[in-house]
């Protein structure tokens, strides 16, 4: 048959099929737009599952003896992918509360960051890969870089990102040409999100058909198989369709999770912050701001991590930053028992050698060269920040079934990106290398997910590190972010200073 005539066959069938799939599933009382969707459905290759993506800001960077994982034959000179690592190394560990979830974890070491000067500035461009030192010159942060390309409009989110009476450069981490202020309450952004206090969010179709769906019986089922039985190529695509459904219904422990974009959800944590901070009018200069207050900040960075989790298992917002406090903030991170203001007494804590054998010039590299108790608080507090990150997002990514894709759960699908934006809080490390004595110390690099099984993950993704004082071969953090960006999707983001996708870390 010739190849015109062939397509033009397969186009009327295919036309055929769409319409009886049409008139069955609104014979069996599916809504409009859910019959339309099944009906091509029948033509239609099979959906891939959404990704997601979130952006965690930690700052102050890291005390790399409380951080740095725990791995068997460390070559510092070498790049290699580590499989057998311990996130728990002391107890006190920061990644220590990500232990369980290790299959899922990504730490990258011997990365730097561009730019001279090491500071706190860093934060101006340590996601966007530009080499500029001011804070006029544009820039384009690796959320909005993806986000342009999957045509997303990333959500940034702040917990007190900035000082009270404006936005300075210590605040100026997203960028989308201009710096971005995170919106600071997450009561604003869960309205627009789900919808007011006492407005229902609207029907999502996807979630509609969904339902629809898992309510065939099988003798419908069956039905649907034998009307494409005479277009076998158009069967085989719905197929895989046809029978999730009936492995769904098979399964009477598979329960399709409660979707905000058809029921709004309870965030206690939200609406506490709804309650508290009803009324609040910003004085003159930003003062007497509820959102910027230093003893709201547990709770709001609570309440924005409640919004993310929601957030993400919804697809409601695919692209999100957080920005919980900001560079030199300094809280009193009592709470998390570590006293004293987490910039210039918990982060600026000076290491100290361990006692001999350890912490010589030939002593075997690793992080054991450094007395541990020394910056025990600093470790505390940065260790607080991570728990709240697994308690309230990755534990529930990871035991929530998605319902955008069945047979996954949410953080097989998500890809969670946690960085800061120095390496060593006493040092203001931008790069990594060698401490006196023996120690690596690393820019604290982590993805946590599977990006839709685009990741490769478990595993700690090491480069060549040298002494501070020689060249330091580092890779350039663009490559990371590159490598986050094929692994989303967008196959044309670029980014300055980059040079290729990191090795091993894509599938």
């Given at each position: 048959m010739p190849l015109g005539r062939r397509r033009s066959e397969l186009s009327r069938a295919a036309k055929a099929v769409n319409r009886r799939m049409f008139l069955k599933a609104m014979a069996?009382?599916?809504?409009?737009?859910?019959?339309?969707?099944?009906?091509?459905?029948?033509?239609?290759?099979?959906?891939?599952?959404?990704?997601?993506?979130?952006?965690?800001?930690?700052?102050?960077?890291?005390?790399?003896?409380?951080?740095?994982?725990?791995?068997?034959?460390?070559?510092?000179?070498?790049?290699a992918n580590y499989?057998?690592?311990?996130?728990d190394q002391t107890n006190i560990s920061i990644l220590g509360p990500l232990q369980p979830y290790k299959q899922y974890v990504n730490v990258y070491q011997g990365i730097q960051y561009p730019g001279a000067a090491e500071t706190h500035d860093g934060s101006i461009n340590c996601l966007s890969g530009s080499t500029a030192l001011d804070t006029t010159t544009a820039r384009t942060t690796v959320e909005h870089v993806i986000g342009k390309a999957l045509n997303v409009k990333p959500l940034i989110?702040?917990?007190?990102?900035?000082?009270?009476?404006?936005?300075?450069?210590?605040?100026?981490?997203?960028?989308?040409?201009?710096?971005?202020?995170p919106e600071k309450s997450p009561v604003k952004a869960f309205d627009n999100l789900f919808g007011g206090a006492t407005t229902a969010p609207p029907v999502n179709a996807d979630v509609q058909l969904y339902k629809d769906l898992l309510a065939f019986t099988a003798s419908e089922v069956q039905g649907l198989q034998t009307t494409l039985q005479s277009l076998t190529s158009e069967r085989s695509k719905l197929t895989a369709h046809l029978e999730a459904m009936q492995s769904l219904q098979a399964d009477a422990n598979t329960m399709m999770p409660v979707s905000v974009c058809s029921t709004k959800p309870n965030l206690p944590s939200v609406e506490m912050v709804r309650t508290k901070s009803a009324g609040n009018v910003v004085q003159p200069g930003g003062g007497n701001d509820y959102f910027y207050k230093e003893e709201n900040f547990q709770l709001l960075f609570a309440a924005q991590l409640e919004l993310i989790t929601q957030a993400i298992i919804c697809n409601a917002a695919p692209i999100i930053g957080l920005?919980?406090?900001?560079?030199?903030?300094?809280?009193?991170?009592?709470?998390?028992?570590?006293?004293?203001?987490?910039?210039?007494?918990?982060?600026?804590?000076?290491?100290?050698?361990?006692?001999?054998?350890?912490?010589?010039?030939?002593?075997?590299l690793g992080i054991e060269n450094l007395k541990a108790d020394i910056r025990t608080p600093f470790a505390k507090a940065q260790k607080w920040f991570m728990t709240q990150l697994v308690d309230k997002v990755v534990s529930k990514l990871?035991?929530?079934?998605?319902?955008?894709?069945?047979?996954?759960?949410?953080?097989?699908?998500?890809?969670?990106?946690?960085?800061?934006?120095?390496?060593?809080?006493?040092?203001?490390?931008?790069?990594?290398?060698?401490?006196?004595?023996?120690?690596?110390?690393?820019?604290?690099?982590?993805?946590?997910?599977?990006?839709?099984?685009?990741?490769?993950?478990?595993?700690?993704?090491?480069?060549?590190?040298?002494?501070?004082?020689?060249?330091?071969?580092?890779?350039?953090?663009?490559?990371?972010?590159l490598t986050m960006a094929r692994a989303m999707g967008a196959t044309n983001a670029t980014f300055p200073g980059q040079t290729n996708v990191l090795p091993g870390v894509l599938t």
């Open positions: 069996l009382g599916l809504s409009v737009p859910a019959a339309m969707r099944l009906s091509r459905m029948a033509t239609a290759q099979a959906a891939k599952p959404p990704k997601r993506l979130v952006v965690m800001y930690i700052p102050h960077g890291t005390a790399p003896e409380h951080f740095n994982p725990k791995i068997a034959g460390v070559d510092p000179l070498a790049t499989t057998q690592f311990d996130l989110l702040g917990a007190c990102s900035h000082i009270t009476n404006g936005l300075d450069k210590n605040g100026m981490l997203f960028w989308n040409g201009t710096p971005i202020d920005m919980p406090m900001y560079p030199t903030a300094e809280f009193d991170f009592g709470f998390a028992g570590a006293p004293g203001a987490h910039h210039t007494i918990l982060s600026h804590t000076m290491y100290q050698a361990a006692a001999y054998p350890l912490g010589q010039y030939n002593s075997p990871a035991t929530t079934d998605d319902p955008a894709a069945p047979g996954t759960k949410v953080l097989d699908n998500t890809l969670i990106y946690l960085f800061s934006e120095i390496g060593d809080g006493q040092d203001h490390t931008r790069i990594s290398y060698i401490l006196y004595p023996q120690t690596p110390d690393y820019l604290p690099l982590i993805t946590i997910g599977k990006c839709g099984g685009a990741i490769k993950s478990g595993q700690v993704v090491q480069f060549p590190i040298a002494a501070k004082d020689k060249a330091t071969p580092n890779r350039p953090a663009a490559d990371l972010y």
